[in-house]
């Protein structure tokens, strides 16, 4: 069964850091883009951070100069290195993946989601 696993979320000051991790396991069969979402209460789900196979990195405004995304193909995992944290940026943060699966023998391409790690920053 493919899953994503992600890992490192907690409770931090203002000004501090985190690495958040997410691995994808099952049979795999390739591994595309990768992305980190974030969700704060009664607010919608919003992109924070995209990285494609090639390591072609886009991040939302917001985190510019403060978030990292950076993935190990070997590992089949991605990270969002946190610095700087602000209050603000108290959410859960999903990872999401486009991973492609054997499927009646073809190769099928599908979104996956992790369970969500919540980030609580304080001030």
């Known amino acids: 069964q493919v899953q994503l696993v992600e890992s490192g979320g907690g409770l931090v000051q203002a000004g501090g850091s985190l690495r958040l991790s997410c691995a994808a396991s099952?049979?795999?069969?390739?591994?595309?883009?990768m992305c980190w979402y974030r969700q704060a209460p009664g607010k919608q789900r919003d992109l924070v951070a995209t990285?494609?196979?090639?390591?072609?990195?886009n991040y939302a405004d917001s985190i510019k100069g403060r978030f990292t995304i950076s993935r190990d193909g070997a590992k089949n995992t991605v990270y969002l290195q946190m610095d700087s944290l602000k209050p603000e940026d108290t959410a859960v943060y999903y990872c999401?993946?486009?991973?492609?699966?054997?499927?009646?023998?073809?190769?099928?391409?599908?979104?996956?989601w992790g369970q969500g790690t919540q980030v609580t920053v304080s001030s």
């Open positions: 990285i494609t196979s090639g390591g072609n990195t």
């Open positions: 099952g049979s795999i069969k390739s591994i595309n883009t």
């Open positions: 999401n993946a486009l991973l492609g699966t054997v499927v009646g023998g073809i190769v099928v391409n599908r979104v996956y």
